[in-house]
């Protein structure tokens, strides 16, 4: 199985000697292609310091993260763009789309800043418009459909370059629970169907559920690994519950 993602006894500190915060303390593991891995953790935990390194916002104080075979720790800045422009894809929690353009101009601009041609673009659009199940909403602008709606387009976005990485922070965040499940669906089924890398951070148990493993972050560390296999989500989301538990964690914090 090829590795797509390895984090390599990273640690990340914040602020001065007087004052200084071990964010990210000693965290290893690895995402082979076609995993779908949620990390999950109470506030302050390290988790979004832990996204924010891997997708190249921030950068680590040690170690080395490695993405398809390439150590980020190491390139310059116009080397980083690159690398993030190509390699990376990005979905938010408040979806990041510009007011002025249509769904469709939204996502083809990942595609036109690639410097792609007009028609490689437009049959990539509706590829994924198709597996995104949004071919209806590509005209109209952001303003004009549902948060649902502006979070598939989005992921369509994210989608649309075939990166080696997809990152999510809180996809579901700011969705009700209709458009979360209809999102959630999409996951898995571009999980599935395209062997769609997929690390997402959230602190909501039925969001975490849809993943294959769970990395459960506290205080900068892992320190716990929940694997789905055969279970159901249902059963799945239970074992989940029962880890927060079990661990010491206020779920209230998780959930």
């Known amino acids: 199985m090829q590795t797509i993602l390895s984090v390599k006894k990273i640690e990340k500190y914040y602020g ?4 200084i915060t ?4 000693n965290i290893n593991f690895q995402l082979d292609k076609g995993e779908f891995v949620g990390i999950m953790g109470p506030s302050g935990s390290g988790k979004t310091t832990l996204l924010n390194c891997i997708s190249t916002i921030d950068n680590v104080t040690t170690g080395n993260i490695i993405i398809n075979d390439k150590d980020i720790t190491t390139l310059k800045a116009r080397a980083m763009e690159e690398f993030r422009r190509d390699e990376l894809g990005f979905i938010f929690q408040d ?14 601009l990942a595609l ?7 028609i490689a673009i437009d049959e990539q659009i509706k590829k994924i418009a198709h ?3 949004i071919k209806e909403i590509l005209t109209k602008y952001p303003f004009q459909i549902s948060g649902g709606q502006k979070q598939r387009v989005a992921s369509a976005r994210a989608l649309v370059t075939e990166p080696s990485l997809i990152l999510a922070d809180e996809p579901t965040g700011a969705l009700d629970s209709k458009s979360a499940r209809l999102l959630l669906d999409s996951f898995e089924k571009l999980n599935k169907e395209l062997h769609t890398t997929i690390l997402m951070v959230t602190h909501d148990a039925f969001t975490a559920s849809y993943a294959n493993r769970i990395l459960f972050i506290k205080d900068g560390r892992v320190f716990n690994e929940l694997i789905r296999g055969n279970d159901s989500r249902k059963e799945f989301f239970n074992k989940i519950i029962e880890v927060v538990t079990l661990l010491g964690g206020d779920v209230s914090h998780v959930l």
């Open 95 to 108: 979806f990041n789309l510009l007011d002025t353009l249509t769904a469709y101009e939204n996502i083809a």
């Open 131 to 133: 597996k995104l199940e």
């Open 16 to 19: 001065n000697k007087g004052n």
């Open 112 to 118: 036109t800043i690639q410097n792609r041609d007009a």
């Open 22 to 25: 071990k964010a990210i303390d």
